[in-house]
Structures are given as C-alpha cells and as structure tokens.
C-alpha cells in the first residue's frame, strides 16, 4: 500500500464531480467526456490531472501545473470508461490512471512538492459588527451560512478550520470589542488557551450596500500579523479571499519541499529472520517519496540501506517512521536508526 493512500481513503477527499483514489501504483482520477473523440478525451484527462495535482499539492493556479501538466501523456497509464449510469442523462465518466511514482517525482522536480494528509487549519478568532450591538464573537447558529460555505469549500480539499469553544472563558479573556480593537493583552491572554495551533483573528464589518469590510490578521505569539485587509464587493468574495488564505497558509506550513542533501542512510536494528529483511525493504520500496533502496549491509540482526528519496531527512523521518511502525532510537547527520520492538514483528 503507497504512502498517500491515506490521504484519499482515511479522509475521503472527492470534490462533487470527480473522483480521486490511490490502488498500488497508480493514482486514478475522474471526469466526464461529451463524446469519445481523442480531443474530448485529452482534455478530461488534463481535467482530471489538474484536480489530482490540487489535491495532492494544495495548487489551484493551472499556470503553475504547467510543467507537470505537459508531462500528461508519459504519466497517464490508461483511460477507462465506467458504465452509464440510470440519471446520467448526457456525458460518460472516465477514470484515468497516473503512474504514481512518476507524477511524484514529476511534482518535486517542478518544486511543488505534497502536502501530507494531516491538514490542519488555523483556529479563527472571527469577531463581527454587523451595525447591530457592536462588535460580536462569530455565533455558530446566526452565521452558520459563512461558516458552512468556508468549511464545505476548505473539505473537499481535505482542510479542517478549528473554532474558540467561545464560552465565559473565552469572553472574559479576549471580550469581542477588545479583540476588534486588537487589543494586544487581550488577545495574547484569550490565545493562550489554545496555544498548541495556528491562530488567526478576522474583523469582519458588513456594510448596508452588502459590501464586506475584511481584516485577517495572524497571531504569532505576541505578534499581531497582518494578512489581508480591504472592502469586498460581497460576502461570498470575501470568503473566497479567505479561503485563498487558509489554502496558502495550509500549504506553507505544511507541504514536503525537495531534498537538496545527500541521500539518507538508514538502519534497522532488532531484525529476527530473513522475512523481517525483505518485509522491512517491501515497505521503504512501497512509499512514492523514495525512489530507490540500496542495500549497504546485511548482518545478524542488522540492516543498513541507502535511500534516494524525493524529499529531505526531516521530512522523510516521519513518512519511515508510519511505514515501519518502529521507534526512532537514533538520529545524527542524515543516518536514521530504528529498532524492532522485542515484542513486535512486521
């Protein structure tokens, strides 16, 4: 099973008119043709590359999928139609199927790199004046139509927003209209209770002609950041431009960038039988991150591989760390040590 499977099957990440999944080496992706010319065909198959490599990368912008998109013939592996449906009235879907490894490595050649599944969101302080009482806390019955839109859009990219439980506690240690006027005290006391993530604090003004006044401001520590602040045209514009954020921010912080450094050197200790070996070199051999294994040693209960991987040595510890299910016992200049719990086997 691929390293990425997860990040289609545990989360479910399928946008309404397509559908995208992981099965051995191959990464399959969905859309709809109005006919079965070559034309039709190449250009579901472009459609369907775009939406795969948004949600393996958390890119939207087609200009910047250039380079990988032109690659689309040498990574599509085949085109299948599936059978018509009773309440499909016009259109065939046709699922395309992409060499996994290769679209990988095609995507961290480019820079652009993978945004691993565990896609956290910042927690929104959103505080409100909608010319009624004032500044308000962001209320989950009143205003569930923003909240509903923003999250719905952020899910099907596989992105979790988190929310103050914005009880008495949270009141008393940031009041709304201090928050609205960035007191920092204020806002430094009410983020504490939620130190262990992202914070973010959107001002949020709705003006009589609809308009959208927006500031979002991002909360580093006793830093107050500014990220956006203008006047949208509408209420729905201004989510989009928030939503842009929350993508941006999320793929920053998060996605895996190309190792520039020697390969890594690995070594598993604790090995029991030949089965444990040829388990253990199943599992690196299995992951889209790492393009070769190269044995270097082989003794007793020991085993020390070289790794050509596509990604960095911080990065990769964590992926090894998920494929084996070992503990990290050693750590030093590139040479990663794991060992075989005495009762554990592969």
């Known amino acids: 099973m691929r390293n990425l ?3 289609f099957i545990a989360t479910a990440l399928f946008a309404p ?43 939207e912008g087609r200009d910047e999928l250039a380079p990988v998109l ?34 990988t490595q095609a995507l961290f050649e480019n820079g652009l790199g993978l945004v691993p599944p565990n896609r956290e969101g910042p927690l929104l ?13 962001f209320d989950r019955e009143v205003d569930a139509a923003l909240s509903d839109t923003l999250t719905s859009s952020l899910s099907t990219l596989g992105i979790t927003l988190h929310w103050p439980l914005y009880d008495l506690q949270d009141a008393i240690s940031g009041p709304p209209e201090s928050l609205w006027r ?3 005290s204020s806002i430094v006391r009410a983020a504490m209770r939620y130190s262990s993530q ?16 927006m500031n979002i401001y991002e909360l580093n520590q006793e830093r107050i950041d500014e990220r956006v602040s203008g006047v949208f045209e509408s ?32 070594t598993v200790e604790g ?54 299910g070992y503990p990290l016992s050693g750590d030093s200049e590139g040479e990663l040590t794991y060992r075989v719990p005495s009762e554990t086997s592969p």
């Open 198 to 213: 992202p914070q973010w604090l959107i001002r949020w003004a709705t003006l009589t002609d609809s308009r959208v006044i």
């Open 125 to 137: 302080w959103w505080v409100i004046d909608d010319g009624r009482v004032g500044a308000r806390f």
């Open 235 to 266: 209420v729905s514009q201004a989510l989009e431009r928030l939503r842009i954020e929350v993508l941006s921010n999320t793929r920053t912080r998060l996605a895996l960038a190309p190792a520039l450094e020697k390969n890594p050197i690995l």
């Open 70 to 103: 032109a690659q689309r013939p040498r990574l599509l592996v085949r085109s299948v139609f599936k059978a018509r449906v009773a309440e499909q009235a016009v259109g065939r879907e046709v699922s395309f199927e992409f060499d996994a490894q290769s679209l």
């Open 271 to 324: 090995l029991r039988s030949f089965s444990d070996y040829r388990w253990v070199l199943e599992q690196l051999d299995s992951s889209v991150l790492i393009e070769r294994v190269r044995v270097l040693e082989l003794r007793g209960s020991t085993l020390v591989v070289e790794l050509k991987s596509l990604t960095s040595v911080d990065q990769l510890r964590g992926r090894i760390s998920e494929l084996l």
């Open 182 to 184: 960035l007191d920092r």
């Open 17 to 59: 008119n397509w559908a995208l999944a992981v099965d051995d080496d191959v990464y399959t992706a969905s859309a709809f043709v109005e006919g079965q010319s070559a034309r039709e065909l190449d250009r579901a198959a472009d459609e369907a590359l775009v939406n795969l490599i948004t949600q393996l990368t958390l890119i």
């Open 5 to 7: 499977i997860w990040l």
